[in-house]
């Protein structure tokens, strides 16, 4: 079974400071989605990143990338210039592609709590 | 466009009642699934489904039903409410390959 596991319950930044935050799993396949999800004190789930993991070149979304290393099963988000507004706890997430066993399963860490101070 | 909607948003249930849980998406999207999250810790996987007529068990399925006769729709039954199942809960809905888009949530509590 595929598992996520995010190490840093809890991080703190200084406004307009870049954050590096973590995620490995663990999977036998070779193909594979990957994703950081933000929720913002809200609730509201919001999806910051998606990688595809037969793509070598890693994600990028304005403020927010990502250091995806396959053979280590690790996949970072870094957060550049961080804002007041990024406050917030972030999800890693596994899921597998169509016309694997399980797909459709999407599998979350534990969470990372991120504060970021002005 | 609505995109993932759920009803009710707040409920208050005591122990052994049942209820269901509403998910509606409009975005056609063949993946759905249905997530709690308790205080200060991740999501964890209820059901899913990833189509019509099709659904399987998650990490925490028991206590739990859900059918899916529509694309559309995909509710979740709570047929004898416990404490422990207090909780938020979380529809979510995903087209193949791309992240799912999550619904408001429903903040459960069974007393």
């Known amino acids: 079974a595929q598992t996520v596991t995010q190490s840093q319950p809890e991080m703190s930044v200084q406004e307009a400071e870049t954050v590096t935050l973590s995620c490995t799993y663990d999977t036998s396949e070779n193909n594979y989605y990957l994703f950081w999800y933000k929720q913002p004190p809200s609730r509201q789930m919001i999806l910051v990143i998606r990688?595809?993991?037969?793509?070598?070149q890693n994600a990028t979304e304005n403020r927010f990338s990502v250091n995806f290393q396959k053979a280590a099963k690790s996949f970072s988000l870094k957060i550049s210039d961080s804002q007041l507004g990024d406050t917030a706890m972030y999800f890693c997430a596994f899921m597998k592609p169509s016309g694997s066993s399980n797909t459709g399963k999407l599998i979350f860490g534990q969470g990372t709590t991120l504060q970021v101070k002005p | 466009n609505a995109g993932v909607t759920q009803t009710p948003k707040f409920q208050v249930l005591k122990t052994g009642q049942s209820m269901t849980l509403q998910c509606a998406q409009d975005?056609?999207?063949?993946?759905m699934s249905w997530y709690r999250q308790d205080p200060g810790m991740g999501l964890r996987l209820i059901h899913y489904s990833v189509g019509a007529g099709i659904t399987d068990q998650g990490e925490v399925p028991n206590g739990y039903n859900v059918s899916r006769s529509t694309t559309e729709d995909f509710p979740l039954r709570l047929l004898s409410a416990a404490p422990s199942q207090t909780s938020v809960y979380f529809c979510a809905s995903s087209r193949t390959g791309n992240g799912y888009t999550f619904g408001s949530g429903t903040r459960l509590t069974v007393v």
């Open positions: 990688q595809e993991a037969y793509k070598q």
């Open positions: 975005m056609n999207h063949e993946y």
